[in-house]
């Protein structure tokens, strides 16, 4: 943990901004890799591994094991030299006018719902101050930080993104496929709306309906009831893994999605996140865009794959 990241920090467990002080540091190379932050009423969350976290143990929503076990069942990441493929990626859902890098440059960024870190990686590619990087699981945080390699423009934390112990002091958030997997997906907004200063700006994209395979959801009925690990197995199995070099036993997905379009229920598009993430839902476009009007943003861009930025007002 760098020393800028405390100063960002709130006790997610009081009103306001209550701030934080860290106790018991262990510090090496410059950062601090283990002690904890402690609030003026005494709540204390640990720094473990050098990222604070703000979740501890199993966690209200049943822990970091289901998305654990889905960072893990990823190849790994190298992000170097793909900074203009992100980028196209990154503008697709964002439509921000004129070039990336003037959103970026100089600013201090929120990633919330990171995984394994790669837009975390091209906000400091593209020149930003300060990233912080939030994730419920250790997981991808583990490996968002790995791909950052140690950049120190990037930081790291483990938190609810329902409740982010985050300051106002952000000048531009994101979070592209993330909320459709919270309890309530509006308030994830109006979270991360909350860390953001007068003036600083949002881009959001989730599920859109009937994005997702049809077959998914009769699945999940049963798959919800199954233990992870078995699974994913199942996945790797039948050839749905995310990774290419685990070789399927019986190559069903890829015979699956040869079919393309005659596979009306979509069951080449089976993965092991739609059949485990405990939840999982797909929202329209209108949907977002009364969020964005109850946070009080100001719509700049939208797009038909269900995503959107805006702007909240100066004053």
Request: aromatic share 10%.
């Given at each position: 943990?760098?020393?800028?990241?405390?100063?960002?920090?709130?006790?997610?467990?009081?009103?306001?901004?209550?701030?934080?002080?860290?106790?018991?540091?262990?510090?090496?190379?410059?950062?601090?890799?283990?002690?904890?932050?402690?609030?003026?009423?005494?709540?204390?969350?640990?720094?473990?591994?050098?990222?604070?976290?703000?979740?501890?143990?199993?966690?209200?929503?049943?822990?970091?094991?289901?998305?654990?076990?889905?960072?893990?069942?990823?190849?790994?990441?190298?992000?170097?030299?793909?900074?203009?493929?992100?980028?196209?990626?990154?503008?697709?859902?964002?439509?921000?006018?004129?070039?990336?890098?003037?959103?970026?440059?100089?600013?201090?960024?929120?990633?919330?719902?990171?995984?394994?870190?790669?837009?975390?990686?091209?906000?400091?590619?593209?020149?930003?101050?300060?990233?912080?990087?939030?994730?419920?699981?250790?997981?991808?945080?583990?490996?968002?930080?790995?791909?950052?390699?140690?950049?120190?423009?990037?930081?790291?934390?483990?938190?609810?993104?329902?409740?982010?112990?985050?300051?106002?002091?952000?000048?531009?958030?994101?979070?592209?496929?993330?909320?459709?997997?919270?309890?309530?997906?509006?308030?994830?907004?109006?979270?991360?709306?909350?860390?953001?200063?007068?003036?600083?700006?949002?881009?959001?994209?989730?599920?859109?309906?009937?994005?997702?395979?049809?077959?998914?959801?009769?699945?999940?009925?049963?798959?919800?009831?199954?233990?992870?690990?078995?699974?994913?197995?199942?996945?790797?199995?039948?050839?749905?893994?995310?990774?290419?070099?685990?070789?399927?036993?019986?190559?069903?997905?890829?015979?699956?999605?040869?079919?393309?379009?005659?596979?009306?229920?979509?069951?080449?598009?089976?993965?092991?996140?739609?059949?485990?993430?405990?939840d999982l839902r797909e929202h329209s476009l209108a949907e977002v865009l009364d969020w964005f009007s109850d946070a009080g943003v100001e719509l700049v861009s939208s797009t038909p794959m269900v995503s959107a930025s805006g702007r909240l007002p100066d004053v």
């Amino acid at each position: 943990m760098k020393p800028w990241l405390p100063p960002l920090l709130r006790c997610p467990s009081c009103p306001g901004e209550s701030p934080l002080t860290l106790e018991s540091p262990e510090p090496h190379d410059g950062e601090v890799t283990s002690g904890r932050l402690v609030c003026a009423a005494g709540h204390a969350f640990p720094v473990v591994d050098a990222i604070p976290d703000f979740v501890g143990g199993e966690g209200a929503a049943g822990g970091s094991a289901v998305y654990d076990a889905l960072w893990d069942a990823h190849a790994r990441q190298r992000y170097e030299g793909r900074a203009a493929e992100y980028a196209e990626k990154f503008q697709a859902f964002a439509g921000l006018p004129g070039p990336l890098e003037t959103w970026f440059t100089g600013r201090t960024v929120l990633d919330a719902g990171c995984g394994e870190g790669r837009f975390t990686w091209l906000a400091a590619a593209l020149g930003a101050a300060r990233v912080v990087a939030v994730d419920y699981s250790r997981e991808a945080l583990r490996r968002a930080m790995a791909a950052a390699s140690g950049a120190p423009a990037c930081e790291f934390v483990r938190a609810d993104i329902l409740n982010l112990p985050l300051r106002r002091v952000f000048d531009y958030a994101f979070s592209l496929g993330v909320l459709h997997h919270t309890p309530d997906s509006a308030r994830g907004f109006q979270s991360i709306v909350g860390c953001l200063r007068p003036g600083g700006h949002v881009t959001l994209f989730v599920y859109r309906p009937w994005s997702l395979p049809w077959v998914v959801w009769p699945l999940r009925r049963l798959t919800r009831r199954m233990d992870p690990a078995r699974v994913l197995r199942l996945c790797d199995a039948l050839g749905f893994g995310y990774d290419a070099a685990r070789p399927a036993t019986v190559p069903l997905g890829r015979l699956l999605r040869r079919l393309g379009r005659l596979d009306v229920l979509g069951v080449g598009r089976i993965t092991f996140e739609g059949l485990t993430t405990p939840d999982l839902r797909e929202h329209s476009l209108a949907e977002v865009l009364d969020w964005f009007s109850d946070a009080g943003v100001e719509l700049v861009s939208s797009t038909p794959m269900v995503s959107a930025s805006g702007r909240l007002p100066d004053v």
